[in-house]
């Protein structure tokens, strides 16, 4: 069985914790080909806009956040970020208060944002593009 190649995918270690390598997929197709390099059998991902995932090495320990952007819009974008600072947050151990500032949570919601954006913004001017060439 030939061996499936990791995609190039932007990374960010987990700020704050450095406890886990994000991955941001803005394609179904990348979403499962890093799935099948990791040899697991991926979700089926083609009717959402977008998911987060949590996987962790049984073997090494080692955590892997998939970040996945589907549609090139910020809106899932943020939302997918938001489920991305709530498990950070539950992995280590920060308690989300609705009473508290829970600044912790916000600062990595801002800095997964940050790193995400301008990959989403150029996939969703690419799939424009696309969309504008196969109208003629």
């Given at each position: 069985?030939?061996?499936?190649?990791?995609?190039?995918?932007?990374?960010?270690?987990?700020?704050?914790?450095?406890?886990?390598?994000?991955?941001l997929?803005?394609?179904?197709n990348?979403?499962?080909?890093?799935?099948?390099?990791?040899?697991?059998?991926?979700?089926?991902?083609?009717?959402?806009?977008?998911?987060?995932?949590?996987?962790?090495?049984?073997?090494t320990?080692?955590?892997?956040?998939?970040?996945?952007?589907?549609?090139?819009?910020?809106?899932v974008l943020?939302h997918?970020?938001?489920?991305?600072a709530?498990?950070?947050?539950?992995l280590?151990?920060?308690?989300?208060?609705?009473?508290?500032?829970?600044?912790?949570y916000?600062y990595?919601?801002?800095?997964?944002?940050?790193?995400a954006?301008?990959?989403?913004?150029?996939?969703?001017?690419?799939?424009?593009?696309?969309?504008?060439?196969?109208?003629?």
């Open positions: 069985m030939k061996k499936v190649k990791w995609p190039e995918l932007p990374s960010l270690l987990v700020p704050l914790f450095e406890c886990a390598n994000i991955y997929c803005t394609s179904c990348q979403w499962e080909q890093a799935y099948e390099a990791m040899n697991i059998e991926p979700n089926d991902v083609s009717n959402l806009a977008g998911c987060v995932r949590l996987i962790e090495c049984t073997k320990g080692e955590v892997t956040i998939m970040l996945g952007v589907f549609t090139g819009q910020l809106e943020v997918e970020c938001a489920h991305v709530f498990r950070v947050c539950d280590c151990g920060v308690e989300i208060n609705p009473e508290g500032s829970n600044e912790t916000c990595l919601l801002d800095k997964v944002f940050r790193f954006e301008p990959y989403i913004r150029k996939s969703g001017s690419d799939r424009k593009q696309t969309k504008a060439a196969n109208s003629l």
